[in-house]
């Protein structure tokens, strides 16, 4: 996969991070930490190789007066990052933040990790693009006992009781925000005397951002990807395709429109559960009008159960 270094690489890099951090202080009131930071998955491996999905990575400073900068990394780059004294810190990363899909909204400085968002681009038609296969991480410490997201992996916090320079490696892990789906329908036609008519489908309820602690929002995606028909069968299916998650204790909901005519809106599994989309999961739903009562079954399987397919 080609890597976009270009965009991460800025002069005076050292001196830069020291200036910014710590700009309006003596830097008698700084601690100053020097070192590689390393981006790994959950499995240990570095995203940088070429075994990884992750292409582009942007790493954001937040420390306990909230946002400070944006840190130019690169693989087995050296950083130095300058914190004022008991303050906390927090490195936000995110991998794969393409442009032409996603609008990226960063923090202003001193903002909280809130009010930044990651936000779905619309198309012409109205409805969402696929998502990215956009990947999340924070290395945080635990100064003052604040929290700026969910902690991962367990990882030694960074010490900012004491002056001068530390060497360490930071160790940032990074996991997969997004979902996948695919929707299969049976039997449609049949259910409709052999004519099933010029259909589409909208998926709803997934969110359309997350913030800069990798929560959803209340914003809410409208996805529409495209229906073909298995020929010779009575059978209609999309590709699988990359999604936001679903909000926390919330779910999505499938919409097939008939000739312009919602015909069925499909929320909850055969099972009684509600539809989900689970970060870092494939989704399978399969819609079946062959029975007396309608039959929906969703099945979640491992990213990588199948080769990723985005057509919409």
Known sequence: MKRNGNLLLYPMLGILFLLQGCVYESLNDCTTYKGILSIVLPDGCDVTSDSTAVGTIGVYQFESGGFVREIPWARGGEVSIGVEKEKSLALVAWGNLQTDTLQVIPPSVGASPDSARISLRTKADGYQFPAPDLFYGCYESDS???????????????????RGVQTQTFSLVMERKVSALSVRI?????????????????????????????NPTNATAVYAPVLRTVPNTDEWTTSLFRIFPTPKDDGMD???YRNDELILTVRVNDEGNRLQAISGKEIYITVDFRYSRLYVRSIVKPWGSTEQEVIL
């Open 144 to 162: 003052e006992g604040i929290r700026y997201s969910p902690v991962i992996e367990e990882i030694p916090p960074l010490s900012v009781r004491t």
């Open 186 to 214: 049976f039997h449609l036609a049949e259910h409709f005397d052999g004519v099933p008519g010029n259909l589409k489908l909208l998926v709803r309820g997934t969110c359309a951002s997350l913030d800069f602690r990798g």
């Open 254 to 256: 499938l919409e097939l």
